[in-house]
């Protein structure tokens, strides 16, 4: 693995080329396809994964078969950090969502790097700080806010570039469906296209082939903004 996307990583981002490349020297990278489940909820944690090539998703899927999407992840990024320090299983699944690559640096390897280099345990720290602000704001989505202000919320945030669910993917919205849309607010996708059409009809958005055209954004925050 090549140090220069190590360098990228937030963990190892004030880490000197010496450290990056004893890093390098233990990471395992291999290529994924699209569609690739390359970890799987509750089996035990092999390592930190970094994204190298592509982009993933970390999905918790229910019972009855709906996802609830908890990020989308693109180069540089990081995927199964808790484990990593918890000592647990995987807490969800990892699907390559296009053909790419990953690395896997080992638990024990790890938590080895943060003993012997405080900068990595102090950027760790601030992953996992900004990993559960994420989470806290889904969190209150899915608790204050019905399937349209949720809808609202994932389309304003695409719009200005700020959609909390997703690192370093800025393609990820140009093209999102609705089975996507439902994914990322816990819904289904019947329900979602009709929450689609109450906010064209509130002047909100125009729905076209394959795309969603915000029409007016005040509108679109002020949905956003209700909760139930």
């Not at 190298?52 to 199964?80: D, H, W, Y």
Request: with cysteine.
């Amino acid at each position: 693995m090549h140090s220069e996307i190590l360098s990228r990583v937030a963990y190892f981002a004030d880490s000197g080329a010496d450290v990056l490349a004893e890093i390098a020297s233990v990471a395992r990278e291999r290529s994924v396809c699209a569609g690739e489940n390359i970890v799987a909820e509750g089996e035990p944690c092999e390592g930190l994964f970094v994204v190298v090539e592509g982009s993933v998703r970390v999905v918790k899927v229910s019972a009855e078969g709906r996802e609830q999407v908890m990020l989308i992840l693109g180069p540089g990024r990081t995927f199964n950090d808790v484990p990593v320090f918890d000592g647990g299983a995987n807490p969800g699944n990892v699907e390559a969502l296009e053909d790419g690559s990953v690395a896997v640096i080992p638990k024990a390897a790890m938590q080895a790097f943060m003993e012997r280099h405080p900068a990595i345990a102090v950027a760790a720290a601030r992953v996992l700080a900004s990993r559960l602000r994420t989470m806290t704001l889904m969190v209150e989505n899915l608790a204050f806010r019905d399937v349209v202000g949720r809808v609202a919320n994932v389309i304003k945030g695409c719009a200005e570039g700020n959609q909390p669910l997703v690192e370093g993917v800025p393609h990820a919205c140009a093209h999102i469906t609705q089975q996507e849309l439902a994914a990322l607010t816990g819904s289904v996708r019947e329900v979602v296209q009709r929450a689609l059409k109450m906010l064209e009809g509130a002047g909100a958005i125009r729905l076209g082939r394959a795309r969603i055209e915000i029409v007016d954004l005040d509108v679109l925050e002020d949905w956003a903004a209700v909760e139930i």
